[in-house]
């Protein structure tokens, strides 16, 4: 993993032209595209009104091309574009609506004005990290992944560092099955701080486990834990990766080592009372869900229950379960509470009480918003409910 190569070109060194170095590579030479012109023109007070009016002027242009796309697609948008005053503005004032034209080319199937929109985009802000990250975006949405592999690359070296085109990287360089340069690339990082590249070095671990290099992940996260000790999702993530390996002791011990140094992270307990539930049983969880109660908010109290009602309904202790359904239903928001009487309702089922059972989802789906009722029905047809 902490290979040597140097970064921001993440590999790209030594390779012919890739067919994406049109869209970026102007923006990689030039400047801002005019960036600050207009703001330094006239005095403080004269600025920032051209500011605001420019603005303005770049919200309706904006509208236009909607209202052009709604009429008649990509070619009305565009119309409508050129048509418009505001498109006399500054490119530099422009590369949202540009980002927007080349969504309409993209909706519209016009694949060679999706380009060309990205780069007048990319020309306008080349430092402003969201236009390479969209322009990526719309490329990997196309399937031209050595695309945005090419624009990443060039985006680091304009942008660098930059934590979040890096995280992009990394992923692009696993799907191309590029192994190498994707470890040339983190290990470029390693002069980063730790905590600007933290969640690149996790997602590199991640890889290095799905390439069956378990123990050098392992490697990786226990020495982040070192190095920050005080970050909850890093001690989530190491534990998560010792059980998908099956070191389920291992992943209980750093939980409980975790939760005492990160007292109020939910997560962290979370995933505490599913390893006690898997190694000791659902007593273990009503044991540990005390001491979680003790620590973490009052809005996650009701989960807590939830997790020890669903340990005992799972070991068939029906009296057990419908005592911490109890506590979760008095403590649930109410938003919430359709998922405490689904959890009682398979409890009930499970025990052969389908009228119970039935009664409860009637509860559930009156509770449940919308988006959710198809999760009651399917409960409710195994209650033979339906």
Known sequence: ??????????????????????????????????????????????????????????????????????????????????????????????????????????????????????????????????????????????????????????????????????????????????????????????????????????????????????????QLFHSLLQRLPHQGPIYCETCRVEALLGNWRMALLLAEHGVQTCLKYGPLWFALLRYAEKIYGAKAVLDYGSFALRNICHELHWKVHFEVAAAFSREHNLRSSRRAIELAALSCPRHLRWKVWLLAARSELWDGSAVASRKLLDQAKADAPSRVQVSVCVERARAGGV
């Open 1 to 218: 993993m902490a290979g040597g190569g140097r970064s921001g070109g993440g590999g790209g060194k030594g390779r012919g032209p890739r067919s994406g170095a049109g869209i970026g590579s102007s923006a990689a030479q030039g400047g801002g595209g005019g960036g600050g012109t207009n703001a330094a023109s006239g005095g403080g007070g004269h600025a920032e009104e051209d500011t605001a009016r420019h603005r303005r002027e770049v919200q309706q242009l904006s509208e236009a091309v909607a209202a052009g796309e709604r009429e008649g697609g990509y070619q009305q948008a565009l119309s409508a574009f050129q048509a418009h005053p505001a498109s006399q503005l500054p490119l530099a004032s422009l590369w949202r609506v540009h980002l927007e034209l080349a969504e309409c080319a993209k909706r519209g199937g016009v694949l060679s004005q999706v380009k060309r929109h990205l780069a007048l985009a990319l020309q306008a802000q080349p430092r402003t990290m969201q236009v390479w990250l969209e322009s990526c975006r719309t490329l990997d949405e196309l399937g031209e992944v050595e695309e945005c592999r090419s624009l990443l690359e060039r985006g680091l070296e304009v942008c660098s560092p930059n934590d979040q085109l890096s995280l992009k990287l990394v992923r692009v360089l696993e799907r191309l099955q590029d192994h190498t340069a994707l470890r040339s690339h983190v290990g470029a990082l390693r002069r980063e701080p730790l905590e600007r590249v933290c969640k690149v070095l996790l997602d590199a671990a991640h890889f290095e486990v799905r390439a069956g290099n378990g123990k050098e992940a392992l």
